[in-house]
């Protein structure tokens, strides 16, 4: 079945079917591979993307279900992004790298909607953003840092 969806800023058409996970489509069909497979079950965060704005685990989205337009790690981009990054890399976040799109989406989608986020906002909006190797201390700290940045 041929689906029509908005993917980074482009209308991109796909045939697949109706439920494959968008996750698939993102990686298999367009080549996004930012986006990562960690559980498969929607629990790990590794697959977050952004559908209008609003953080989504894309492996348990069927195709078929996206309604608004879709931005992978790709193309994440505007102050908050810059810096989130920015952070990350000051407070050595990444470790193994696996869950880093993830997690770097869901941070983005939070300081959208809560430029100032205290720990429990932070804690609540980055759980089920699992990282193996257990960098949530810098995870935070670098949150409260890019929400410092967006200050000034």
């Known amino acids: 079945m041929a689906f029509t969806i908005k993917v980074n800023g482009t209308d991109r058409s796909v045939d697949v079917?109706?439920?494959?996970?968008l996750l698939w489509?993102?990686?298999?069909?367009?080549?996004?591979?930012?986006?990562?497979?960690?559980?498969?079950?929607?629990m790990c965060g590794a697959c977050t993307v952004h559908m209008d704005g609003q953080p989504l685990r894309s492996c348990s989205m069927p195709v078929s279900a996206v309604t608004g337009e879709i931005t992978t790690i790709e193309a994440v981009d505007g102050r908050?992004?810059?810096?989130?990054?920015d952070a990350w890399i000051a407070h050595d976040v990444p470790q193994c790298g696996y869950c880093q799109s993830g997690q770097v989406m869901s941070?983005?989608?939070?300081?959208?909607?809560?430029?100032?986020?205290?720990?429990?906002?932070?804690?609540?909006?980055?759980?089920?953003?699992?990282?193996?190797?257990?960098t949530y201390v810098r995870i935070r700290a670098a949150i409260h840092s890019a929400a410092k940045a967006l200050e000034a």
């Open 17 to 21: 079917d109706e439920d494959t996970p």
């Open 107 to 134: 941070a983005v989608a939070l300081l959208r909607e809560n430029p100032k986020p205290d720990d429990r906002d932070i804690d609540l909006a980055m759980n089920g953003n699992l990282c193996r190797c257990a």
């Open 25 to 42: 489509v993102l990686r298999d069909d367009l080549a996004l591979t930012g986006t990562k497979f960690g559980c498969g079950v929607a």
């Open 80 to 85: 908050e992004a810059k810096a989130v990054q």
